[in-house]
């Protein structure tokens, strides 16, 4: 049974792709909503060093990531941004995917990217080259600083 199904979208470009939602299981979601809660109160939002040794002590666990793996994570993380009572913000959704992923043995990596004009910041979660939290061409928008 597929875990995501592909639609046209019927009013801008026909050839436009959309995911629909996907079941997460609780857990996932549970895990997602606790980990943003534990970035709060560990305030790594405002310690940038401490995040990112953190990211980089997490790695990838061992043997055979799910095969739905991403689409869990990501569709529970989304639920839990949802529900989580203050605002979740780029580097707080993707260091929480990014650990969630890691968690499940997919080499996820936090990536953090800046434009100059106008200067914004931006951070999200890449598999395999891919953005997996953000829309796909967020490459191209972004000038990449680095990958954690």
């Known amino acids: 049974m597929p875990t995501s199904v592909y639609v046209t ?24 909503l606790f980990c943003l809660l534990a970035f709060d109160v560990c ?12 990211l980089q002590r997490v790695k990838a666990s ?22 989580y009572p203050k605002t979740v913000l780029c580097l707080q959704r993707s260091a929480v995917t990014t650990y969630l992923l890691r968690n499940l043995g997919v080499p996820a990596k936090v990536v953090l990217g800046a434009q100059t004009i106008p200067f914004k910041a931006h951070a999200w ?21 680095d990958r954690c």
């Open 43 to 54: 305030r790594l939002g405002h310690n940038f060093p401490r995040l990112y040794q953190s």
């Open 9 to 32: 979208h019927s009013v801008a470009d026909p050839n436009e792709r959309i995911q629909l939602p996907v079941f997460v299981e609780p857990r996932f979601f549970w895990k997602a």
């Open 62 to 83: 061992e043997g055979e990531p799910r095969e739905d793996a991403v689409e869990q994570i990501c569709g529970a993380v989304n639920k839990a941004c949802v529900w």
């Open 125 to 145: 979660t890449e598999v395999n080259g891919e953005a997996v939290n953000e829309r796909q061409d967020v490459m191209k928008q972004y000038t990449i600083w």
